[in-house]
């Protein structure tokens, strides 16, 4: 490992000046091989999210001056990395920082390798701390970046704090990391057209995700809740789709907005304020993936543009606010209350999508366009005129098909943009066209099978990957439709034991927001499920285990609490097995997903601490209670949430009342 950063560093320094930094080259040189003998191959109380490819912790620490000197390339890639250094190593220590191109005896030392080194590959980074000081080494400014989110969180959890911390010794443990991403996609999906947030909301999103070396923000842009970013070429689009009624309560159970309520909740993002987020989330060296959900969840564009439906009547849509619009009894797809689909058989539809692509194209330089393709219902099409027209003009067999049809015409429109296609996997069913990209959410199957005809996969399946599912019991979640514990979303791995392929390119969460209403609360549905997707995406599959990965999450909620990031304490909560017996009655079983835990329970409606019975076999509820609460401990401390769950919700899960 030595020479091999002797040389690097002397090739550094030998394309401009060698005489000049000779004695600082043997000088870091003689430090390193001093601390390299100290350096051993335990890690464990070292808690870095997302693991590294390696880590050998040596003896010793490293203690941050008062004054803290960061050598950096002037180049402009490189700001963004040492501004997030200059204030998380000042505001809160209150150091004083300086930053210099060349310094005599550096307090950290950032270096672009060059020639690359192969064993980092492209993102990847290589972070030595000594006794005397840091460095970290990449390929490309990328690589840097990540390494200096490693860094800090080597240092003490205050680091985290916006304002000084109480501390006078702010040190980080002799240590040398090498780390380079599993996969090339780690993607967050954050959907602001359910609740709209704002610019700063979504910089604060952006904020968060890069802390664990997320490098996709899918923006999903439109639904039948609203249109969020501005088509200059179809000024309704924002003027109507971006509005509608505020609503709180059980998103999907509101009742029918009324004429005279006003229609002013929501917001949309300008051309200016997209340029302005594509390049704040460049600078951290994300890319943001535009979405723009096409045929289905189109209600907004169809109330701004009636013309876009096939039915009779559209003219009178409004943009959803959360009442029912489609019956899920039957699954999917569902049928349609009102039809929130664009016409497959209208020319005007591609008209359309033709102004609404050119200008996405024009505002995203990513390389792709996600056009959504999910959930579109059937039943409106399927008595169609002019569908059936099409169905017979085309030689289109199934409604399947004339989605394909749809499919197929809207990515020649997104090709002529210069961008890649990508949709949800129901893109699928009526034909999959080639070059077209899959994300998988309904399962892993869906993907494997792209990937094994040769069409680039992003893997978000709804079991490990749903960020909007319930982290622990309806009785003390938001309730929606399913649940994803923290040790399921851990489980995630993009690439299946059943495929080994180039094509998937890697994985990414997925926060929807029907139940979401700010970012506080994206915040507490993201974190900590977030950590395990992000070591998921990242770290080698070989280094992943559970139980090492959770004692890592119970220090970052140290560290959240000093950034104040709000972030859930679900795992900490029971999980409730309930079943029926032979003579009716209720059994309840308790367990935790995290091990080491004591569960002390109550049916007398006080509130139990570890001094109460501890849960040791299943429960049955005594004749007349109506409420066992639960609490979770480790040794003394309270650890989890206290849990209320009522007799009758324990009948009903038995079966021995109706639901």
């Given at each position: 490992?030595?020479?091999?950063?002797?040389a690097?560093?002397?090739?550094?320094?030998?394309?401009e000046?060698?005489?000049?930094?000779?004695?600082?080259?043997?000088?870091?040189?003689?430090?390193?091989?001093?601390?390299?003998?100290s350096?051993?191959?335990?890690?464990?109380?070292?808690?870095?999210?997302?693991?590294?490819?390696?880590?050998?912790?040596g003896?010793?620490?490293?203690?941050?001056?008062?004054?803290?000197?960061?050598?950096?390339?002037?180049?402009?890639?490189?700001?963004?990395?040492?501004?997030?250094?200059?204030?998380?190593?000042?505001?809160?220590?209150?150091?004083?920082?300086?930053?210099?191109?060349t310094?005599?005896?550096p307090?950290?030392?950032l270096?672009?390798?060059?020639?690359?080194?192969?064993?980092?590959?492209?993102?990847?980074?290589?972070?030595?701390?000594t006794p005397?000081?840091?460095?970290?080494?990449?390929?490309?400014?990328?690589g840097?970046?990540?390494?200096?989110?490693?860094?800090v969180?080597?240092?003490?959890?205050?680091?985290?704090?916006?304002?000084?911390a109480?501390?006078?010794?702010?040190?980080?443990?002799?240590?040398?990391?090498?780390?380079?991403?599993r996969?090339?996609?780690r993607?967050?999906?954050?959907?602001?057209?359910?609740?709209?947030?704002?610019?700063?909301?979504?910089?604060?999103?952006?904020?968060?995700?890069?802390?664990?070396?997320?490098?996709?923000?899918?923006?999903?842009?439109?639904?039948?809740?609203?249109w969020?970013?501005?088509?200059?070429?179809?000024?309704?689009?924002?003027?109507?789709?971006?509005?509608?009624?505020?609503?709180?309560?059980?998103?999907?159970?509101?009742?029918?907005p009324?004429?005279?309520?006003?229609?002013?909740?929501?917001?949309?993002?300008?051309?200016?304020?997209?340029?302005?987020?594509?390049?704040y989330?460049?600078?951290?060296?994300?890319?943001i993936?535009?979405?723009?959900?096409?045929?289905?969840?189109?209600?907004?564009?169809i109330?701004?543009?009636?013309?876009?439906?096939?039915?009779?009547?559209?003219?009178?849509?409004?943009?959803?606010?959360?009442?029912?619009?489609?019956?899920?009894?039957?699954?999917?797809?569902p049928?349609?209350?009102?039809?929130?689909?664009?016409?497959?058989?209208?020319?005007?539809?591609?008209?359309?999508?033709?102004?609404?692509?050119?200008?996405?194209?024009q505002l995203?330089?990513?390389?792709?366009?996600?056009?959504?393709?999910?959930?579109?219902?059937?039943?409106?099409?399927?008595?169609n005129?002019?569908?059936?027209?099409?169905?017979?003009?085309?030689?289109?067999?199934?409604?399947?098909?004339?989605?394909?049809?749809?499919?197929?015409?809207?990515?020649?429109?997104?090709?002529?943009?210069?961008?890649?296609?990508?949709?949800?996997?129901?893109?699928?069913?009526?034909?999959?066209?080639?070059?077209?990209?899959?994300?998988?959410?309904?399962?892993?199957?869906?993907?494997?099978?792209?990937?094994?005809?040769?069409h680039?996969?992003?893997?978000?399946?709804?079991?490990?990957?749903?960020?909007?599912?319930?982290q622990?019991?309806?009785?003390?979640?938001?309730?929606?439709?399913?649940?994803?514990?923290?040790?399921?979303?851990?489980?995630?791995?993009?690439q299946?034991?059943?495929?080994?392929?180039?094509?998937?390119?890697?994985?990414?969460?997925?926060?929807?927001?029907e139940?979401?209403?700010?970012?506080r609360?994206?915040?507490?549905?993201?974190?900590?499920?977030?950590?395990?997707?992000?070591?998921?995406?990242?770290?080698?599959?070989?280094?992943?285990?559970?139980?090492?990965?959770?004692?890592?999450?119970?220090?970052?909620?140290?560290?959240?609490?000093?950034?104040?990031?709000?972030?859930?304490?679900?795992?900490?909560?029971?999980?409730?097995?309930?079943?029926?017996?032979?003579d009716?009655?209720?059994?309840?079983?308790l367990?935790?997903?995290?091990?080491g835990?004591?569960?002390?329970?109550?049916f007398?409606?006080?509130?139990p601490?570890?001094?109460?019975?501890?849960?040791?076999?299943?429960?049955?509820p005594p004749?007349d209670?109506?409420?066992?609460?639960?609490?979770?401990?480790?040794?003394?401390?309270?650890?989890?949430r206290?849990?209320?769950?009522?007799?009758?919700?324990?009948?009903?899960?038995?079966?021995?009342?109706?639901?």
């Amino acid at each position: 490992m030595l020479p091999a950063i002797a040389a690097l560093l002397l090739y550094d320094f030998t394309t401009e000046q060698p005489t000049r930094y000779m004695k600082q080259l043997f000088l870091l040189l003689f430090i390193l091989i001093a601390a390299d003998a100290s350096f051993a191959q335990s890690s464990d109380s070292i808690a870095i999210i997302p693991e590294p490819v390696s880590i050998k912790k040596g003896k010793g620490q490293f203690v941050l001056p008062k004054h803290v000197v960061i050598e950096a390339p002037a180049m402009e890639a490189l700001k963004t990395t040492v501004a997030f250094l200059k204030e998380r190593l000042s505001a809160p220590t209150g150091a004083r920082v300086s930053v210099v191109s060349t310094a005599s005896t550096p307090t950290v030392r950032l270096y672009l390798t060059r020639p690359a080194q192969r064993s980092i590959k492209k993102d990847g980074y290589t972070l030595r701390v000594t006794p005397k000081g840091i460095l970290i080494t990449a390929n490309e400014p990328a690589g840097l970046f990540y390494g200096a989110q490693t860094l800090v969180q080597l240092f003490p959890k205050e680091i985290e704090s916006n304002a000084k911390a109480a501390r006078t010794r702010w040190t980080a443990p002799v240590v040398e990391v090498r780390d380079y991403p599993r996969f090339g996609w780690r993607g967050l999906m954050f959907d602001v057209t359910r609740h709209f947030f704002t610019k700063e909301d979504v910089k604060k999103f952006i904020d968060g995700m890069v802390r664990y070396k997320y490098n996709i923000l899918h923006l999903h842009l439109t639904d039948d809740e609203g249109w969020r970013i501005q088509i200059k070429s179809l000024p309704k689009l924002t003027e109507v789709g971006a509005w509608n009624v505020k609503k709180e309560g059980y998103f999907g159970t509101f009742s029918k907005p009324g004429a005279d309520e006003p229609r002013n909740f929501g917001g949309f993002y300008t051309h200016e304020d997209i340029r302005e987020l594509v390049q704040y989330a460049q600078e951290r060296f994300v890319n943001i993936l535009p979405e723009i959900d096409v045929p289905g969840h189109s209600l907004a564009a169809i109330a701004s543009y009636p013309e876009l439906s096939c039915t009779e009547g559209a003219d009178k849509y409004v943009v959803r606010s959360g009442e029912p619009i489609m019956d899920w009894s039957r699954g999917a797809p569902p049928i349609a209350l009102v039809d929130n689909t664009l016409c497959p058989a209208n020319e005007k539809v591609y008209e359309f999508m033709d102004k609404v692509i050119t200008e996405v194209a024009q505002l995203f330089p990513f390389e792709y366009i996600h056009v959504g393709g999910d959930e579109a219902p059937h039943n409106y099409w399927e008595k169609n005129e002019q569908v059936k027209a099409l169905m017979q003009r085309e030689g289109l067999k199934t409604i399947p098909e004339v989605q394909g049809y749809f499919e197929r015409r809207l990515q020649k429109i997104v090709l002529a943009k210069g961008k890649k296609f990508m949709g949800w996997d129901e893109i699928m069913e009526g034909g999959l066209a080639p070059g077209a990209a899959v994300m998988s959410w309904r399962g892993m199957k869906q993907g494997i099978e792209a990937a094994r005809m040769g069409h680039e996969v992003v893997m978000s399946p709804t079991q490990y990957a749903y960020l909007d599912y319930m982290q622990a019991d309806p009785v003390i979640e938001t309730r929606i439709y399913a649940s994803l514990r923290l040790s399921k979303a851990y489980q995630f791995d993009p690439q299946p034991d059943s495929v080994q392929t180039t094509f998937i390119n890697g994985g990414q969460g997925n926060l929807w927001t029907e139940q979401v209403y700010n970012l506080r609360q994206a915040q507490y549905m993201i974190w900590p499920r977030g950590l395990a997707i992000a070591e998921s995406v990242w770290s080698p599959r070989e280094k992943k285990n559970w139980n090492r990965f959770f004692s890592k999450v119970e220090t970052h909620f140290g560290r959240f609490d000093e950034a104040e990031v709000k972030y859930a304490r679900s795992a900490y909560d029971p999980i409730f097995t309930v079943t029926r017996t032979k003579d009716s009655t209720v059994n309840v079983e308790l367990s935790t997903e995290v091990e080491g835990l004591d569960i002390y329970y109550s049916f007398d409606n006080s509130f139990p601490d570890r001094f109460y019975p501890k849960y040791t076999t299943a429960l049955t509820p005594p004749k007349d209670a109506v409420m066992l609460k639960v609490v979770t401990y480790r040794g003394k401390q309270q650890v989890g949430r206290f849990n209320l769950m009522p007799v009758e919700e324990l009948k009903r899960r038995a079966g021995l009342l109706k639901k």
